[in-house]
């Protein structure tokens, strides 16, 4: 049995979250650079420039790349030969988010839902655990905004919907979208298992490189014919119109109940932020 200290988790949390939000991955940098060469909008062509130079300022500067730090979401994969030794694993994390996000001067977005009195310090962070073989714990760190999250959706569809309802479902939630999940987009699809299922294979869905289609050429086909008809849409960069309105559609599915066909949309926007940490 391996011995991880539980301050080690907390560290590498408090790293992830500032990194996470001062720099953009490779990933999306190459993507903003591969539309910039094939948008034909001037004013769509004008916010991707923007969002580089954004990208680069932030990075140079030292200061979050957009004021919507978001919800801290943090994936792990604890290895099953992994003891945590001198403290709560789940504490740990907390513990990394309230001092990344104070020391890196991330906003504080996290509030009580009724009262809407602000927890202060961006806590508590939503926790993903899966049990995993070996003795490593991998963790994984989404700064997910608000505006993107607020247009995502889960819908139960008819089992006879089928593969052209999903991608009809996802591109006119998409649509509806409009402006309002920061575009060029990021969509993470979940298909299958149960409604709660649904939704967080469509965030895990978001981890994946962009660039990088689904290992299952039909789930491959299908990321490509959803991205083609949502850059149909004509809403671009920033909502002000052109052709880069997403930058990737990643799906990833679960066999489900045979009365059902749970399908959920998970919207990212340009500030996609990502960080992972091997321990
Ligand atoms: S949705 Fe994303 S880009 Fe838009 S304000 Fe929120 S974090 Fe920033």
């Known amino acids: 049995m391996r011995e991880i200290e539980s301050g080690e988790i907390t560290e590498a949390v408090r790293k992830m979250s500032i990194e996470a939000a001062y720099k953009l991955g490779h990933d999306v940098m190459e993507a903003f650079e591969k539309n910039l060469k094939t948008e034909t909008s001037p004013t769509g062509r004008e916010v991707l420039k923007q969002l580089v130079e954004n990208a680069r ?8 790349m957009c004021q919507d730090t978001g919800f801290a979401v943090i994936f792990v994969e604890l290895g099953q030969d992994v003891h945590v030794t001198g403290g709560d694993l789940n504490q740990a994390i907390h513990e990394g988010v309230r001092q990344g996000y104070s020391e890196g001067f991330l906003r504080k977005s996290v509030c009580d839902p009724f009262t809407r009195e602000n927890t202060c310090d961006n806590t508590p962070a939503i926790i993903h655990i899966n049990i995993v073989p070996g003795d490593r714990i991998k963790l994984t760190l989404a700064g997910k905004g608000g505006g993107s999250e607020n247009m995502s959706r889960v819908m139960m569809l008819k089992p006879s919907d089928g593969k052209e309802g999903i991608i009809d479902y996802v591109v006119q939630r998409v649509s509806e979208s409009g402006p309002n999940p920061c575009p060029p987009t990021i969509i993470g699809v979940g298909i299958g298992g149960t409604f709660e299922k649904a939704a967080l294979l469509a965030k895990e869905a978001l981890l994946r490189t962009l660039g990088e289609p689904s290992t299952d050429p039909e789930l491959a086909a299908m990321e490509e014919e959803i991205l083609e008809r949502i850059n149909r849409l004509g809403i671009g960069p920033g909502g002000l119109g052109g052709k880069t309105t997403s930058m990737a559609v990643h799906v990833k599915l679960h066999p489900c109940h ?8 998970n919207i990212n926007c340009h500030a996609h932020r990502h960080k992972d940490i091997l321990l």
């Open 57 to 64: 300022i932030a990075e140079e500067g030292l200061f979050p």
């Open 258 to 265: 045979i009365a059902s066909l749970p399908v959920a949309v």
